[in-house]
């Protein structure tokens, strides 16, 4: 996601935006929109959020066309994360007398796409992990009962998070107590609810998915994915697999390897993955050190009980020294609940602000 404006004089004459993979990048429809203007661009500065392109991709290198524009000076928020191309750009600039100033607002300009940066440099999805909870952090009665925590803003709240996801995953445990669905139920315009699915995935390492749940059941089924582990009996495998599409995984202490399934699905162009639980799967995901990012509604509710099942689960950190520590905190009311969201560790694009 990338935006630039040109200035004049403190006046902006021309706009453009980054829509979608292939398509022109934002500087390049901003210079159409003055060209179709019939606005001169010469001696004019660009502000645009990411530094631009040198390279040919899906579209030429904006570097080109910035410098046949005569533009007078760039002004960036984020180096490109890309070790092959950071700062490539911005010298091809310099070099051809174009004043740079860089890093004006990096840190919001990363948060814009820290999941694809997080992914350009890592190749591993960038990931959330979001729990709906109670304010003593339980997601669900001893025997399971959730329905539902957190209002109905919230839950709205939470359809943008799924929407800005390339992939969900959940555990099996989840599915056999509540049969989700995990798609994007929206409003569209007119007043009408429109349903669309991402990649769904489902960590199931002895193959128990019921072959009548939603998952495996409903519209967007060729969207679902079960991961099973390599000792799954093989006629359960082979009733899932002729549904939907089936992932064998190696597996370390009795669990799926995450390791190798983040990598896989790396390889696979998944950029960001909504991690919805269980308790023990956001553990194994804490565990693993694999969480970029926590997502996480409390609900003004107490719910108690020493066996309610807990948001994060597992064995848990030994002493504080050692708990997961969570930095850039954002808080937010969402109708009578509280949202926040934080970086887990130090991540080193919001940490650099570069």
């Known amino acids: 996601m990338v935006g630039a404006v040109l200035v004049r004089d403190g006046t902006i004459i021309g706009r453009g935006w980054h829509r979608r993979a292939g398509l022109p990048h934002a500087e390049i429809e901003m210079l159409n929109q003055?060209?179709?203007?019939?606005?001169?661009?010469?001696?004019?500065?660009?502000f645009v959020t990411l530094e631009p392109c040198c390279t040919h991709g899906r579209t030429p290198p904006c570097t080109d066309s910035i410098i046949a524009a005569r533009i007078r000076r760039v002004v960036v928020g984020a180096i490109d994360p890309n070790p092959l191309h950071a700062g490539r750009g911005l010298d091809l600039l310099r070099n051809a007398r174009i004043r740079v100033t860089n890093g004006v607002l990096a840190s919001e300009s990363n948060r814009l796409n820290e999941a694809f940066n997080h992914w350009i440099v890592q190749q591993t999805p960038f990931v959330t992990a979001k729990v709906a909870m109670t304010l003593d952090g339980k997601i669900a009665t001893a025997?399971?009962?959730?329905?539902w925590i957190t209002s109905s803003a919230a839950r709205r709240h939470a359809m943008q998070l799924r929407a800005s996801a390339d992939a969900i995953l959940v555990g099996i445990g989840t599915v056999l107590a509540d049969d989700p669905a995990l798609t994007i139920r929206q409003t569209a315009p007119g007043g009408k609810e429109r349903v669309t699915a991402r990649r769904r995935?489902?960590?199931d390492r002895r193959a128990r998915s019921p072959l009548n749940s939603r998952l495996l059941t409903d519209a967007f089924?060729?969207?679902?994915?079960?991961?099973?582990?390599?000792?799954?009996?093989?006629?359960a495998t082979a009733a899932i697999e002729k549904k939907v599409t089936l992932l064998r995984a190696p597996e370390r202490e009795g669990r799926i390897n995450l390791e190798w399934l983040l990598n896989r699905l790396g390889r696979d162009g998944i950029t960001s993955l909504l991690v919805e639980g269980g308790g023990e799967v956001h553990a194994s995901f804490f565990a693993a050190q694999?969480?970029?990012?926590?997502?996480?509604?409390?609900?003004?509710?107490?719910l108690g009980g020493r066996n309610a099942r807990k948001a994060v689960a597992g064995e848990g950190a030994h002493d504080l020294k050692t708990a997961w520590a969570l930095t850039h905190p954002e808080w937010e009311s969402v109708g009578p609940d509280l949202f926040v969201t934080a970086i887990v560790g130090s991540d080193s694009f919001h940490r650099r602000g570069a």
């Open 221 to 235: 089924a060729d969207q679902t994915v079960v991961v099973v582990g390599q000792s799954a009996p093989s006629r």
């Open 143 to 147: 025997d399971g009962n959730s329905h």
């Open 290 to 302: 694999a969480v970029q990012r926590i997502a996480f509604y409390y609900a003004p509710t107490v």
């Open 201 to 203: 995935i489902i960590l």
């Open 34 to 46: 003055c060209h179709r203007r019939g606005i001169s661009t010469r001696g004019a500065t660009l």
